[in-house]
């Protein structure tokens, strides 16, 4: 089984990443395969790479499914070049950076994955959900937070970059600003009804998806059910009816 391709026509079922947000690989692998096929995307982000390194990669592209690689790169141009021609050649289907690393770092970003036999799809962060007004300003940021998440993702498209990775209440401006090519990959939902843990403002995978998201990260209401592959297929349900919406 191969990964589908993040550009190409989704099913619903293939619009669900689920993040691995576990400390070891042994966990992460127990997950995945307690997931089987209903799942086709998992998200590695610092903690599992930077205890296990490309093995969790590895042995997840094994098991037929495809890799977000959730490390945020943000450095000089030459060094973040590199650093995604690095996890293209893991054979990552998805990877991430900031796009406060500006222009050239995110041009570098695009040729990095341009040289690439399978390209993965290069995705900017705007602005951090963890960030707000008073944050922003504390950094020196004196646009307004849509602004600013605005502008980024204008930069990132500029620099030819695929997508970015935005806060479902960000996506429909997105959608409206970037068109119809870009990717929109959307953390922070909850199925209505069940916990919405630390999210102030989750919002559900139907809304997401009609308001333009392609893709949709789940963490803790997956790996936490009592059945995770029932969770997971919940989620594609509702993504489902956000496509017919
Ligand atoms: O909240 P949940 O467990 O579903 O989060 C899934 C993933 O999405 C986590 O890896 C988290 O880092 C990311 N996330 C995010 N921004 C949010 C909420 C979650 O990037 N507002």
Redesign the pocket.
């Known amino acids: 089984m191969t990964p589908p391709d993040p550009r190409g026509p989704l099913a619903p079922a293939e619009r669900i990443i689920c993040?691995l947000?576990l400390p070891a690989l042994a966990e992460a692998l127990r997950l995945v395969e307690a997931l089987g096929s209903s799942v086709r995307w998992f998200?590695i982000?610092m903690e599992l790479f930077t205890r296990e390194g490309p093995r969790a990669v590895e042995e997840i592209r094994r098991r037929g499914a495809g890799v977000f690689l959730d490390l945020k790169y943000h450095d000089i141009p030459a060094t973040a070049e590199r650093a995604v021609a690095s996890a293209g050649a893991l054979g990552v289907s998805l990877l991430t950076v900031h796009a406060l690393g500006g222009a050239a770092m995110l041009e570098a970003c695009a040729r990095g994955r341009d040289g690439c036999l399978a390209p993965p799809a290069v995705l900017a962060v705007t602005v951090l959900?963890s960030l707000d007004q008073a944050a922003l300003a504390a950094v020196g940021v004196t646009r307004t937070l849509e602004d600013q998440v605005l502008a980024s993702a204008e930069l990132a498209r500029r620099a030819g970059l695929d997508g970015v990775v935005a806060?479902p209440r960000e996506v429909a401006a997105l959608r409206g600003r970037l068109g119809k090519e870009a990717l929109i990959v959307t953390?922070?939902v909850r199925l209505g009804g069940g916990s919405q843990?630390d999210?102030a403002r989750a919002e559900t995978p139907q809304r997401a998806i009609a308001d333009g998201a392609d893709l949709l990260?789940?963490?803790?209401?997956i790996r936490d059910a009592a059945d995770p592959a029932a969770a997971a297929r919940a989620f594609a349900e509702a993504a489902a009816q956000g496509l017919r919406a």
Do not use: F, I, L, M
């Open positions: 993040a947000d998200k982000g959900t806060s953390p922070g843990d999210h990260v789940v963490g803790r209401p």
